[in-house]
């Protein structure tokens, strides 16, 4: 079937401009996660949907980052005033369900990579 | 922050050799999961090892976990040149927000020579 999608793939923006990342997570998860990935690191865990409502955003760096997901399917990844620091590859992860509050396998999709001039 | 430390950081081999990973956390965890990342796009899901089991297998893939040493290791057996990419560890660490989400390290890069 198909895996998380997430729209566009890449994003050239200007230093101050506000932009949205779309996620598609795979049909039926209810578990959806945002993360940011700079060069050379590894994945950094922004928040977290379970449903329509934000369970966790604590990984969220600041208040110009915000993230939604009216219906319980597709979310979209706000940033406004963007910075230089903000470039990045932004993931998308989706899973079936927390395993009693634990993590459980995530579903990644192939990422929207954002550099901001 | 990231708790799950990657070693090494970059290992090259031939095809057909095996290759070894290892992992490091600092917490207590549930479960410790690899993940593989091509050109630094989107991750795939390669094993799941929770906190009461020792060793694990999936095709080429054999997962260990130690829990008093707080490590784990990857081993990919007969290499192949596809297998060239990044492998992530992630571990589940409280937030402090009312959740468990995944904490990645910084990754070891395998290139699989032909």
């Known amino acids: 079937g198909a895996g998380v999608s997430q729209t566009p793939s890449n994003k050239v923006t200007e230093k101050g401009k506000y932009v949205e990342l779309r996620c598609d997570p795979i049909s039926g998860h209810t578990a959806l996660y945002w993360y940011r990935q700079s060069l050379g690191q590894g994945p950094e865990f922004l928040i977290y949907?379970?449903?329509?409502?934000?369970?966790?955003d604590s990984g969220l760096p600041n208040d110009r980052f915000f993230a939604v997901r009216p219906e319980g399917s597709v979310s979209t990844l706000k940033i406004q005033r963007t910075e230089r620091g903000d470039s990045a590859v932004y993931l998308c992860?989706?899973?079936?369900?927390?395993?009693?509050?634990?993590?459980?396998?995530?579903?990644f999709g192939p990422g929207t990579r954002l550099t901001v001039l | 922050s990231q708790q799950g430390e990657e070693d090494p950081q970059a290992l090259s081999i031939q095809e057909g050799e095996n290759a070894t990973m290892n992992c490091s956390y600092k917490?207590?965890?549930?479960?410790l999961q690899w993940y593989r990342q091509n050109s630094g796009r989107g991750l795939v899901h390669l094993i799941l090892?929770?906190?009461?089991?020792r060793e694990k297998h999936s095709g080429r893939l054999r997962v260990t976990l130690d829990t008093s040493k707080k490590s784990s290791s990857l081993l990919i057996t007969a290499s192949r040149a596809a297998d060239t990419a990044s492998y992530f560890c992630a571990t589940d660490a409280y937030s402090g927000a009312g959740s468990y989400q995944l904490t990645f390290g910084k990754g070891t890069k395998l290139s699989v020579i032909p």
């Open positions: 992860a989706s899973s079936p369900m927390t395993s009693g509050g634990f993590t459980d396998t995530q579903y």
């Open positions: 949907f379970q449903g329509t409502g934000a369970a966790d």
């Open positions: 917490t207590s965890i549930n479960n």
């Open positions: 090892i929770r906190s009461n089991e």
